[in-house]
């Protein structure tokens, strides 16, 4: 049809759909909603039932949002009319329709740490009344909720821009096979190389989520045996009388967080490499939509659910089921510690994994079709799953400061 009109549908999908990622991640994770008055109710039962019902929370709402996202792709494509290359066009103007709003989203996600630390900030004082303190409460409940707001638009605007790069990459392997009979015979869905290229893609999601995760524990475990101590062996600190050494934490944290920066941006770079160069280019088109797919479950998961925790908490301590300092606080409290490295840590991060191998398998197709049965294809995936391997094996034999 009337190119103007597809522009128009295009960027309207793209609108439309933050407007509707906004309202799912706000009743999921808003205080004056179900789900969380459901998880801060679990509360009175023990840390157990904290963490099942923000699970539940988490794996529930990342199918809404991500039945949600897969319509705004779809009605991108119906806009296309059935050409790939003005689907790959109609996706990509809904991407920027999204990113319109985002003067509002960059507002939201500021609002969050602002209200989180002036809440931090009143309490360390001492000096804020009852009331300034339940206000302040209430504003960092709000701002947990416009930060997970903030990650699920994200998490669309990475499968918008990973489904355009997805196809560019089809697109390149057609023009590259002289063939268009082969290329089609490469993505027959019902193949078993895709299959097993699809099931690669989402091992990597879960990999790539199990080490970011583990890193913040270990790097959590260190400060808390650094703070330990530390109350050993300079005394006074809770009187106020001795200073803590703030500096070591703050090494502590700054030299981990580099460290085990190295094993997952590992993984993101050389596992397309591995697939490709290994299995092909059918399925390391398998592995591509496997990780897009698992990773916009994932992903919403986990900043749901981290969200739902940390807000049932700011719920108890606004005075519900016994307030603070009472066993449901603990409770929750334990669950929004174990809510930080999902909202704050592996769900942003799965952003740039999907966006990061979908750049690098359309980067490496050509080669891989040039070399054909070469053997170089098979040395450089050996090479590259080594060096997969062996990043992932100093990782885990990094030694525990617990231990």
Request: proline share 3%; net charge negative; glycine share 14%.
């Amino acid at each position: 049809g009337d190119p103007r009109l597809v522009l128009l549908g295009a960027v309207v999908i793209g609108i439309v759909l933050a407007a509707v990622i906004l309202a799912l991640t706000g009743y999921f994770t808003g205080t004056d909603h179900r789900p969380v008055q459901d998880v801060g109710r679990t509360s009175l039962t023990g840390a157990a039932t904290v963490i099942l019902s923000g699970l539940s929370v988490g794996f529930e709402s990342a199918v809404y949002t991500t039945l949600v996202i897969g319509a705004a792709v779809f009605g991108a494509f119906l806009l296309a009319g059935g050409s790939l290359s003005v689907a790959l066009f109609a996706v990509s103007l809904a991407g920027c329709g999204l990113l319109t709003t985002v003067g509002v989203i960059v507002a939201m996600d500021t609002f969050g740490p602002v209200s989180d630390n002036a809440q931090g900030i009143a309490e360390m004082s001492g000096d804020v009344s009852e009331e300034g303190a339940k206000i302040l409460t209430e504003l960092d409940a709000v701002g947990n909720t416009t930060k997970a707001i903030t990650k699920g638009i994200a998490i669309a605007t990475a499968v918008l821009a990973a489904s355009a790069l997805f196809g560019s990459y089809i697109g390149s392997v057609i023009k590259e096979l002289p063939n268009a009979d082969d290329a089609s015979k490469l993505f027959f869905v019902f193949s078993p190389d895709l299959i097993v290229g699809m099931l690669l893609g989402v091992s990597v999601v879960f990999l790539f989520s199990g080490l970011a995760i583990n890193a913040v524990g270990r790097a959590a475990g260190a400060v808390v045996m650094e703070v330990r101590r530390q109350f050993r062996e300079i005394p006074g600190i809770m009187e106020g009388t001795g200073r803590p050494e703030y500096g070591k934490v703050v090494d502590i944290v700054t030299r981990d967080s580099l460290r085990e920066l190295a094993t997952p941006g590992i993984l993101a770079i050389l596992s397309p490499i591995a697939v490709g160069f290994g299995l092909g280019i059918g399925p390391l088109a398998g592995f591509l939509a496997g990780a897009i797919a698992s990773g916009t479950l994932m992903a919403v998961f986990l900043a749901n659910a981290g969200g739902a925790w940390d807000n049932a908490k700011k719920l108890v301590e606004d005075g519900h089921h016994g307030g603070k300092g009472s066993d449901a606080h603990a409770a929750t409290v334990i669950g929004d510690t174990v809510g930080d490295p999902f909202k704050d840590t592996a769900g942003p991060a799965i952003n740039p994994l999907i966006k990061v191998m979908n750049l690098v398998s359309l980067l490496i197709v050509g080669a891989v079709i040039a070399l054909g049965d070469s053997p170089m294809r098979i040395l450089i995936a050996v090479a590259a799953f080594a060096g997969i391997a062996i990043s992932v094996y100093i990782s885990k034999k990094r030694s525990s400061v617990i231990e």
